[in-house]
């Protein structure tokens, strides 16, 4: 399974509406229950970009995507030119306005791997299976 940066976004911030789902989830994926867990090394790009939209200090940016890399069972992967052409052609194709979703939904169809995200932007692209953290810390 890829997860994306709604997710993991929402594990470090101090509050947000998907922060209990994204905590259960969390404690999953160090429990090991769902496996090894991938996300695109793109994920601490956004988080850089986002936490600095809303005022957040460098400090705890960086307090933020180092505890994101300590997680036991979460590997985050390298992006490849292969990944940045397909982002944008999977931009162009389906519409989506974020790159960061674009590399998400390149990685998931490389890997063959649903993709855990709340967006329903990547339900639109054939070949990716969105499955919503909600469902997976309610089963």
Do not use: C
Request: proline share 3%; net charge negative; no cysteine.
């Amino acid at each position: 399974m890829i997860v994306e940066t709604d997710v993991l976004y929402a594990y470090v911030k101090r509050e947000d509406w998907l922060k209990p789902v994204a905590r259960r989830l969390i404690k999953m994926i160090i429990g090991g229950e769902l496996g090894e867990v991938k996300a695109s090394r793109e994920v601490l790009h956004e988080i850089y970009y986002v936490s600095l939209e809303e005022g957040v200090a460098l400090d705890e940016i960086l307090e933020r995507l180092t505890h994101l890399t300590l997680i036991e069972n979460l590997r985050f992967v390298e992006t490849t030119w292969e990944d940045d052409l397909a982002a944008i052609s999977l931009m162009r194709q389906y519409g989506l306005s974020s790159i960061f979703d674009a590399y998400y939904a390149a990685l998931a169809l490389r890997e063959g791997e649903p993709l855990i995200s709340t967006d329903r932007a990547y339900d639109k692209i054939p070949g990716i299976k969105r499955v919503d953290p909600r469902d997976i810390v309610n089963r």
